[in-house]
Structure formats: structure tokens, C-alpha cells
């Protein structure tokens, strides 16, 4: 996604997207979701994408209950919740699209130095060039699925993924 809005062709080019413009966080968020919904060829590897029908069970799942999921990624669903009570003067135990969008806001147009107290703070130190794309990724599903909160499972590990697709029911 970055490499295409940054106009980075060199799929060797690891630099940090820092700082992103408020436009580039928009086309970003628009491309991921895209990519999301319709899978992508990523560094030679095929990715599958929700299809229709994975797509549509998924959101008749959350539309059954509340608009509720649980968040498996041990280390992005701490980004996620810290910037979003962070960035919301709130001490929620979920994150909420209010509160991504609002962690979004916070670090648009801020270079990796000036984002690097807010990641020792939610404990992502040295990671800054990731904090800003993690939460436009996690904005892009919570809008692409109809997400209203997302309430961070503790405990997981990497086999989170693979326990992601188990609930939704995909290989």
C-alpha cells in the first residue's frame, strides 16, 4: 500500500512512510481496503482477500452482535487500544473507530523522531515507522467489516492468525 501511494517502486525499499499527509493517510486507507476485499500479489506471494461471501457472513456476524469483534493480534490490538484511549483522553478496555481515528490524527504529518515518545509509551519502542500504518490498517477493517469495537483478547501469541481464520471459518 505505501510503496504504491509513496510511489516506491523498489520493493527492496524498507524506509520508513514517515510522516505521512493527511491526503496519504486517505489514499491509503481507500487502497487497503481494496486490497482487503480483494486480495493482492504481495512480494511474490498470492494473499487471498475477503471474498463476497467471506465478506458478507462477516458483517452479518457483527451486525448479530453489536458490531463487537475481538482483537487477535497481541501486539497491534495494544497499539490499537493504547492510541485510541491515548489520543481520546479515555481508559476504555476496547478500541473504537472514534479512538483509531483520533490515534490517526495524532500522528499525521509527525516524522519517526517525533513519533518515537508516543511509542515507548504504548510500549512499541522502536517501531515508529509502523505505529501510524498499523492503526490505518486497523481503521481500513474496522470499516471495511462494519466494526463498532474491537476488545483486545490478552494472552495470545503468534498463532493468532491462524485462530482469526478459525472463527471466521476460512482455510
Known amino acids: 500500500v505505501l510503496r504504491t501511494i509513496l510511489n ?3 520493493v527492496q525499499d524498507k524506509g520508513s512512510p514517515n510522516p505521512l499527509t493527511e491526503a496519504q493517510v486517505a489514499q491509503s486507507l481507500d487502497l487497503a481496503k481494496t486490497l482487503l476485499s480483494q486480495g493482492t500479489d504481495l512480494d ?3 494473499k487471498k482477500g475477503y471474498d ?6 462477516a458483517k452479518k456476524v457483527l451486525q448479530h452482535n453489536g458490531g463487537v469483534v475481538y482483537g487477535l493480534g497481541p501486539v497491534q490490538t495494544a497499539i490499537g487500544l493504547f492510541f485510541s484511549n491515548y489520543a481520546t483522553h479515555r481508559d476504555l478496555d476496547y478500541y473504537d473507530l472514534e479512538g483509531i481515528k483520533a490515534g490517526i490524527k495524532l500522528l499525521v504529518g509527525k516524522t519517526d523522531g517525533e513519533i518515537k515518545p508516543y511509542a515507548k509509551m504504548s510500549g512499541a519502542a522502536g517501531f515508529e515507522a509502523q505505529l501510524l500504518t498499523t492503526l490505518i490498517l486497523i481503521e481500513a477493517q474496522m470499516e471495511l467489516l462494519g466494526a463498532k469495537k474491537v476488545i483486545p483478547l490478552k494472552g495470545l501469541n503468534n498463532t493468532d492468525g491462524l485462530l482469526g481464520e478459525a472463527l471466521l471459518g476460512s482455510n
Not at 463476497?52 to 457472513?57: F, I, R
Open 8 to 10: 516506491r517502486l523498489d
Open 44 to 46: 511474490g506471494q498470492a
Open 52 to 57: 463476497a461471501v467471506d465478506l458478507e457472513s
